[in-house]
C-alpha cells in the first residue's frame, strides 16, 4: 500500500475520531447544562413554592387581623397582599409544566387549589364582617377547618418541593453520570486521535524520511569513492529529500559522464602513447620487413577491434600487394592496381559508409564496402601504399583522426625507408650491371667467413675477368662494352644460386662468394659460368660481338688462404689464368 494511501486513511480516521471526540464534549457540556437548568428550575419551584407558603400565612393572617379590627387599612392590606399572593400563583402556575412530572402537576395543583379555597374563605369572612356577621366571619377564619387546609397547603407545597428534589437529583445524577461517560469517550477518542497522529507521524519519518536519508546516506558515501555505477534510488516525492535525491542523481550522471570522459582520455593517452611508441621503434627499422613486424604488433592495439591491411605498391607491377594484415579481416589478399581504390586516387580517406551516399571500392567485396575504410599513404605527393580497415562494430564510430595519423606515421616510415634503399642501393650496388659493388664487398665477406667459422664450414671466391674486353670496346665502342657487362651480370645471377653473393669488382672483372662451397663445388660452378658465357650470343644492334670468353680465378677458405687475403689469392689465381692464354680457370695455391 502507497503511504499517500496510508496517510490518506490515517487523516480520515484521525478526522472521524476528533470529529466523535468533539460530538461527546459538546454532548457532555449539554447534559451538564441540562444539569444546571434542572438545578435552576428546582430553586426557581422551591423559592416560588415557599414565598407562596409565606404569603398564603401572610394573607390569612391579614385575613384574620381585618376580620377582628375591620379597618380600613387592614382591609387594604390584605387586598394588596391578595394580588401579590395571585400574582405568585400565576407565576407558579406558569412554570409548572416546565419539566415536572405528572404526580408533581397533581401535588402542585392541589396545593395552589386549597389555596384558592383559603382565599375563598378569606373573601367570605370579610363578607360576613362587612355584612355584621362578625362571628360567623370569625369563626370561618378560626375554626378548625381553616387550619386544616393551611395544613394541607403547607403539606401540598412541602410534598411537592420534596418530588422536585427528587428529581433534581436524580436528573443531576443521570447529567452527571452521561457527561463524565461522553468525557470519558472524549479523552478515548483524543488519545486514539493522538496515538493514530503518533503511529503515522512515526510511519512517515521512518518510509519517507529516515530510510530514504539511509539509503541516499549509502549512495553518496560510494559516490565519494568515485563508485558511480551504484543506482540512486527515484524518490517521486517532492520535498528536500526528493530535491536531495534529484540533486544526488544529476551528480552521479555527472560523475559517469565525467568517468567516461576520463576512460575515453585515458584511452586516448594510451593511443597517442602507443603511436609514439610505434613512431620511435619505425625510427629504429632499417628494412621493409622490420617495419612491417612493427605494424603488425602495433596496430591491434591502436586500432581494436578492427582488422587490418597494409598494402605497398609494386612499382614493376604497378600492384597493390599486401604485405600485412592483422585482426584476420574478411575478404581476400590479392593484389589490384591502385585506380580500384577511390582513397588512391583522390589521395585522402575515403568510407563509403560514413556517407549516405557514396562508391564503394573495386577492390573490396561489395557486402564489405559499407563497413571499409582506406587509407592512403601519401609522401611527396606520391601514394607508396595503402592502409585499409574493416570496423567489426559499424553502430561504433570509428577512430577516423588516429587512422590517418597511423597512415601518416606508415608513410613517411616507409618513405625514409624507400629513400635510405634507393641511397643504399645506389652506394651498394653497380647502375650498370645491378649487381653488388665493392663497397659492401669487405663487410659481406667478414660476415660469412664469421659465419663458416662458427658453422665451421668452407667459402669459396671466384674472380672473373672478360677477356680482351679493351680490344672490344675499341672495335664496336663502349655502348657494346656496357652491352657485354650487362650480359655478363645476367649470365652470372642465372648461374648462381640464392646464397651466393656476385660483385662487380671495377671495370670488366667480376667477384663471386660462394658460401659453404668447398673447391670441388666452386670449380662446378665456375665451369658452368665460363661455358655459358662462352655459347651466349654477345648481339648488340643486331650484330654478333662474340663470342666472348671470361678468365676465372679461383680460391676457398680456409685452404688457400687466410680471412684477409681470400679475394687477393683469387686475383692472383686470375693473374695467372690470364698468363696462361685466358678462358681458364685456375686455382690458388695452397696457403700451407
Not at 59 to 78: E, G, H, N, Y
Not at 432 to 442: A, I, K, P
Request: aromatic residues 6%; charged residues 25%; hydrophobic residues 40%.
Amino acid at each position: 500500500m502507497r503511504i499517500a494511501t496510508i496517510t490518506n486513511y490515517a487523516y480520515i480516521a484521525t478526522v472521524v475520531l476528533t470529529l466523535t471526540s468533539g460530538i461527546a464534549l459538546f454532548m457532555a457540556s449539554s447534559a451538564e447544562h441540562r444539569e444546571r437548568d434542572t438545578v435552576a428550575r428546582s430553586r426557581t419551584f422551591d423559592a416560588l413554592t415557599d414565598s407562596l407558603e409565606r404569603e398564603a400565612f401572610a394573607l390569612s393572617d391579614m385575613a384574620r387581623d381585618a376580620v377582628i379590627k375591620f379597618t380600613p387599612d387592614t382591609l387594604q392590606s390584605w387586598k394588596t397582599r391578595r394580588e401579590q399572593d395571585i400574582n405568585l400563583e400565576n407565576r407558579l402556575v406558569a412554570l409548572r409544566d416546565n419539566g415536572a412530572s405528572d404526580e408533581e402537576i397533581l401535588i402542585l395543583r392541589d396545593g395552589l387549589a386549597t389555596l384558592d379555597q383559603l382565599e375563598e374563605e378569606q373573601s367570605t369572612a370579610i363578607n360576613d364582617v362587612q355584612a355584621g356577621k362578625n362571628i360567623e366571619g370569625v369563626n370561618q377564619l378560626f375554626g378548625g377547618g381553616y387550619e386544616d387546609k393551611l395544613e394541607e397547603a403547607e403539606y401540598r407545597f412541602a410534598h411537592f418541593r420534596s418530588l422536585v428534589d427528587q428529581r433534581t437529583q436524580a436528573s443531576i445524577k443521570d447529567a452527571t453520570s452521561l457527561s463524565l461517560r461522553l468525557r470519558t469517550l472524549s479523552e478515548v477518542m483524543v488519545g486514539l486521535t493522538a496515538l493514530l497522529f503518533l503511529f503515522v507521524l512515526g510511519f512517515i519519518i521512518k518510509h519517507r524520511i529516515l530510510r530514504p536519508v539511509v539509503t541516499l546516506s549509502d549512495v553518496v558515501n560510494r559516490l565519494a569513492t568515485q563508485d558511480y555505477n551504484v543506482e540512486t534510488p527515484v524518490l517521486a516525492q517532492v520535498d528536500e529529500i526528493g530535491d536531495m535525491a534529484q540533486a544526488i542523481r544529476i551528480f552521479r550522471e555527472n560523475g559517469l559522464a565525467r568517468q567516461r570522459l576520463e576512460q575515453e582520455r585515458d584511452k586516448e593517452w594510451a593511443t597517442r602513447t602507443l603511436l609514439a611508441r610505434m613512431t620511435q621503434r619505425l625510427q629504429g627499422c632499417d628494412t621493409h620487413s622490420a617495419i612491417f613486424r612493427v605494424v603488425g604488433r602495433f596496430a591491434p592495439q591502436i586500432i581494436p577491434d578492427m582488422g587490418g591491411r597494409l598494402y605497398m605498391l609494386n612499382t614493376r607491377t604497378n600492384r597493390m600487394k599486401c604485405v600485412v594484415r592483422w585482426g584476420l579481416p574478411p575478404g581476400e589478399d590479392s593484389p589490384f592496381p591502385p585506380e580500384y581504390c577511390w582513397a588512391l586516387k583522390r589521395g585522402q580517406l575515403h568510407s563509403p559508409g560514413r556517407d549516405t551516399v557514396d562508391m564503394p571500392c573495386e577492390h573490396i567485396l561489395p557486402e564489405l564496402a559499407s563497413r571499409a575504410i582506406c587509407v592512403p599513404l601519401n609522401a611527396q605527393n606520391k601514394s607508396i601504399g595503402l592502409l585499409t580497415v574493416d570496423n567489426y562494430t559499424p553502430g561504433k564510430e570509428p577512430p577516423y583522426a588516429y587512422l590517418e595519423l597511423l597512415a601518416e606515421t606508415l608513410a613517411l616510415a616507409l618513405a625514409n625507408q624507400i629513400l635510405r634503399d634507393t641511397l643504399t642501393e645506389r652506394a651498394t650496388y653497380d647502375p650498370l650491371t645491378g649487381l653488388r659493388n665493392r663497397y659492401s664487398l669487405e663487410e659481406t665477406l667478414r660476415n660469412r667467413i664469421d659465419q663458416a667459422m662458427i658453422e665451421n664450414s668452407t667459402l669459396s671466391c671466384l674472380m672473373l675477368d672478360v677477356d680482351y674486353f679493351k680490344k672490344l670496346n675499341d672495335q664496336y665502342g663502349h655502348e657494346a662494352g656496357d652491352k657485354v657487362l650487362r650480359e655478363m651480370a645476367k649470365l652470372i645471377t642465372e648461374t648462381l644460386d640464392e646464397n651466393s653473393i656476385a660483385f662487380r669488382y671495377g671495370g670488366e672483372e667480376f667477384l663471386i662468394i660462394l658460401p659453404d662451397v668447398d673447391e670441388a663445388k666452386a670449380m662446378t660452378v665456375a665451369e658452368a659460368l665460363l661455358s655459358n658465357v662462352y655459347n651466349h650470343h654477345m648481339l648488340y644492334e643486331s650484330q654478333d660481338i662474340g663470342p666472348v670468353s671470361v678468365s676465372i680465378g679461383l680460391a676457398t677458405w680456409p685452404r688457400h688462404a687466410r680471412a684477409d687475403n681470400l679475394v687477393r689469392a683469387a686475383d692472383l689465381a686470375l693473374y695467372m689464368a690470364k698468363e696462361q692464354g685466358r678462358g681458364k680457370i685456375v686455382v690458388a695455391k695452397s696457403a700451407e
